[in-house]
């Protein structure tokens, strides 16, 4: 967020109790990975429910331009506009996210061009919102905007979250989708990451520590998205059983 400080770093038992948490969460996802025992398809939702879905991230997206605006006015206004800090990490996202949507597309090419160009559409934006969501919300109540603060907190986290359920939500609608080992284990990576990021009091990705912990677990949110729409194994041919076999051999013989 804009300031000087875009948030408060964890510390004493807040701190504690994040990493916690993170941990916990990392290892349910590792252990579900470990139950998946065949990749999973997701259900996919009925025409209506696409209307829906796709309308509620189109409003997301609108009330937060509408609401970053109107903070950036606020604040404008109050004198308080300043330089913003260095990104290190957007060309990360942008150049990841490229990669992400020119693989996704190769691999699904046998699907047809439809199906590979609207899987990496999806994959690409999905894969910076796996990161986003978890990272918005841990950073949500640390945060200090410049005006305002409960009420700006509220209008510009909140359809920021939104959005990246939304946008991770619309995977469903890609018939290429399905839920892997690979899958959750990436998840639970990058959660072990946040846990490690954490113990650092979850900084700002400013010092070289932070900005390697934030790289890392980006890269393992985009792996996370790609793992989804590895390309189906071909499977084996079934065997026939030796009943079978046998009764087939008999009326050849017959025969």
């Known amino acids: ?22 941990v916990a969460a990392a290892a349910v996802v590792a252990y579900a990975g470990i139950r998946l025992p065949l990749p999973a398809r997701p259900p996919r939702p ?117 959005t990246g359920i939304m946008t991770v939500a619309l995977l469903s609608l890609s018939p290429a989708v399905r839920v892997r080992r690979a899958t959750l284990w990436c998840l639970a990576g990058m959660l072990a990451v946040y846990a490690i990021w954490g113990l650092f009091g979850f900084s700002y990705p400013s010092a070289p520590g932070p900005v390697t912990l934030n790289t890392v677990s980006k890269i393992l949110a985009l792996a996370t998205s790609l793992t989804l729409f590895l390309p189906q194994r071909a499977r084996a041919e079934t065997p026939q059983p030796a009943q079978a076999v046998a009764a087939s051999s008999a009326r050849a013989d017959v025969v």
């Open 46 to 162: 009925g025409m209506a429910a696409k209307i829906v879905m796709v309308a509620v991230w189109v409003l997301a997206i609108a009330a937060l331009e509408v609401c970053v605006r109107a903070y950036l006015a606020q604040v404008a206004s109050a004198g308080l506009a300043h330089t913003p800090r260095s990104d290190p990490i957007t060309p990360v996202t942008l150049t990841g996210a490229a990669v992400l949507f020119v693989v996704i597309a190769v691999m699904q090419r046998a699907r047809g061009w439809r199906v590979s160009l609207g899987s990496a559409v999806i994959g690409a934006a999905a894969g910076p919102w796996i990161f986003e969501v978890p990272f918005d919300l841990i950073i949500l109540p640390r945060t200090h905007p410049l005006v305002d603060p409960g009420l700006y907190r509220v209008l510009l986290f909140g359809p920021l979250v939104l």
């Open 1 to 22: 967020m804009a300031g000087s400080s875009p948030w408060v770093i964890y510390s004493g038992i807040a701190e504690i109790v994040l990493v916690v948490v993170l």
